[in-house]
């Protein structure tokens, strides 16, 4: 579906955060496939432009790989300065609906490498700056923002999420100054 329409078949709803506890409603990193690395190691990893050095069970060596922060086009070079951010933060998702699913489909959501849109590697900065805010109260660099309307529209898409009415109208303004490209995804489980 194009970007545009995409973000017009968005649902709008008030936003709701009563009961909200990041790690009561969506719990922490998982390991999925038992190897060691948790899902934010995962994310780094896929991510790398250079794969960093591992020691013991995928604990990654500082100074050994190197990173794209697209939000602040920024390199890094440690995995410590970087966050692994839900394209869609995890408050705004409670806000948008998730606070009706069971927790285990919170914590499924809060570890999906599914989609690549979902989790993304930036500098701890720019994921900081955004914390739970939704493109209406933040955005990345200029430059990156066509991708980021459409990044942001996929994963509400995919989870079957609202957007606040804010929320809606900026992404709506944003959709209609960037190229009409076609969205695809998988809706998530």
């Known amino acids: ?50 794969a960093p050095e591992m020691t013991g069970r995928c604990t990654l060596t500082p100074g050994t790989g190197r990173w794209y922060s697209w939000y602040d086009d920024q390199y890094v070079t440690s995995p410590r300065d970087l966050d692994v951010d839900h394209m869609v933060p995890l408050a705004e ?5 998730a606070s009706a699913w069971p927790r285990e489909r919170r914590v499924a959501y809060a570890n999906d490498l599914a989609d690549p849109r979902h989790l993304v590697a930036v500098t701890k900065r ?7 805010r ?6 990345p660099d200029e430059a990156v923002h066509c991708r980021y309307t459409a990044d942001w ?18 992404l709506t303004e944003l959709a209609d100054g960037c190229p009409n490209a076609p969205l695809t995804y998988t809706p998530a489980p």
């Open 1 to 50: 579906m194009p970007l545009r329409e995409a973000v017009a078949s968005l649902p709008v709803a008030d936003e709701d955060r009563t009961g909200y506890d990041r790690e009561e409603s969506f719990g922490t990193w998982t390991d999925a496939d038992r190897d060691g690395c948790n899902t934010r190691a995962e994310v780094l990893l896929d991510e790398a432009l250079q």
């Open 93 to 97: 998702a409670w806000d948008s609906g």
């Open 126 to 132: 720019s994921n900081r700056q955004k914390s739970d």
């Open 153 to 170: 529209a996929t994963a509400k898409l995919r989870y079957a999420l609202s957007a606040d009415p804010a929320e809606k109208r900026t």
């Open 134 to 139: 939704d493109p209406a109260e933040w955005m």
